[in-house]
């Protein structure tokens, strides 16, 4: 038996499915772990899941780390550590045990005891608190169940337990890949990866489209995001980024649309290209970086234009509609872009005087016809890159 294991919990959301649909979400979950150790070079390959807890072993010591390190970007885990692995008879042996483990834990220290048991051991979750605490207690500086210096975790399954001192965050949500597919428009700046993030989160695979509105330069910008987001968090399948050459449509735009709607004519070529790619390459939903307010084109009365200038066929998500600048750039930084995403410039403001706030739908349509063949030719070709 090994003595250290990788324990996680799973996300309480794969917990609450039906009997029917959890199997299938833990499978699914499985199958993105073990991607995401072969993408990060992990050894380890036996992972099972058992009450809500999932477990990883076959790992060498000095793969234990970067095995949580890799499930905390998996999502459908909630937290990761590596636990000792004690086999035991009568609860005293298991507390001494446990003393041996984490004598040194709580040595001089307040402490506090968490147990938790499932099965019929004999002895409730509260009682091996209780006696596990009682023979750490002479080595620490006492108990403190409020406000303790270090926890001392105890995980009863049977007559196999699991010890360990912390846990590592993971990103919750549910596994990539029970949800669909989706093509999110991406620039590569601060708000698009956020948004394929949280996309990814509520267990969609995800692609990414990225449109070159003035100088091939943004492609590299968005490719560089692209690969950090992949190669972080997009596991289980192989993440793909769609180019198309839109510098057409900007001419067009800024030759043919009144100056105050250019900005939103090209927002909404930009739904109608992705609109078309979504439907002849079978994904279920498009998602985008907008957050209501932050800039012209994104205020209420001008989403409400574009709904209504020319309706979709497909979804429109906006996961950041509320957030703010200052929440979505700690997600950046949650998410490990910030660095690239931060350098990504700004290519193309069509518009060089005032933009509406408030534009109408019909006049927006009417702009729009002005280019509206020029969109259908720019999206004929494209470019298809791997992302991993």
Not at 72 to 98: C, I, N, P, S
Not at 361 to 370: G, M, N, S, T, V
Request: charged residues 25%; contains cysteine; aromatic residues 8%.
């Amino acid at each position: 038996m090994e003595d250290r294991v990788v324990l996680a919990s799973v996300s309480g959301e794969i917990v609450l499915k039906s009997e029917r649909t959890r199997p299938r979400f833990e499978q699914r979950l499985i199958r993105n772990i073990l991607d995401a150790f072969s993408r990060s070079g992990v050894g380890c390959r036996r992972v099972w899941i058992h009450a809500a807890r999932l477990y990883v072993s076959g790992c060498s010591d000095g793969e234990l780390e970067k095995a949580v390190d890799t499930l905390t970007r998996v999502f459908g885990v909630h937290w990761a550590t590596v636990a000792h692995v004690v086999e035991y008879k009568v609860l005293e042996d298991l507390a001494e045990r446990v003393r041996e483990i984490a004598g040194d834990w709580v040595r001089g220290k307040k402490f506090a005891v968490r147990a938790r048991r499932s099965g019929a051991e004999g002895f409730t979750s509260l009682e091996a608190a209780r006696v596990i605490g009682a023979a750490l207690y002479p080595l620490s500086a006492g108990v403190d169940l409020e406000n303790p210096e270090v926890e001392v975790h105890v995980e009863i399954r049977g007559r196999r337990a699991y010890v360990y001192r912390e846990t590592r965050r993971g990103p919750g949500g549910l596994p990539v890949g029970v949800e669909g597919r989706v093509l999110a428009l991406f620039s590569g700046g601060l708000d698009s990866p956020v948004a394929a993030w949280m996309a990814a989160k509520r267990g969609a695979e995800v692609d990414l489209l990225h449109y070159v509105l003035a100088s091939p330069a943004s492609l590299g910008d968005a490719l560089r995001v692209g690969y950090r987001l992949a190669g972080s968090w997009l596991y289980g399948y192989r993440p793909r980024l769609y180019a198309i050459d839109f510098r057409p449509v900007t001419r067009a735009i800024a030759g043919l649309v009144e100056r105050s709607y250019a900005q939103l004519v090209l927002r909404l070529a930009m739904y109608v290209a992705a609109e078309k790619m979504a439907l002849e390459l079978g994904y279920d939903a498009l998602y985008t970086g907008e957050s209501v307010g932050q800039v012209s084109s994104q205020t209420l009365k001008n989403l409400s234009a574009l709904a209504r200038a020319r309706p979709l066929r497909v979804p429109l998500i906006r996961p950041l509609a509320g957030l703010d600048k200052e929440e979505i750039v700690d997600l950046t930084r949650r998410i490990g872009v910030y660095e690239e995403a931060s350098r990504t410039r700004e290519y193309c403001r069509l518009a060089s005087g005032p933009a509406t706030t408030r534009g109408s739908p019909r006049k927006l349509a009417e702009e729009y016809a002005k280019v509206e063949s020029v969109v259908e030719q720019s999206t004929r070709q494209y470019i298809e890159i791997p992302l991993v």
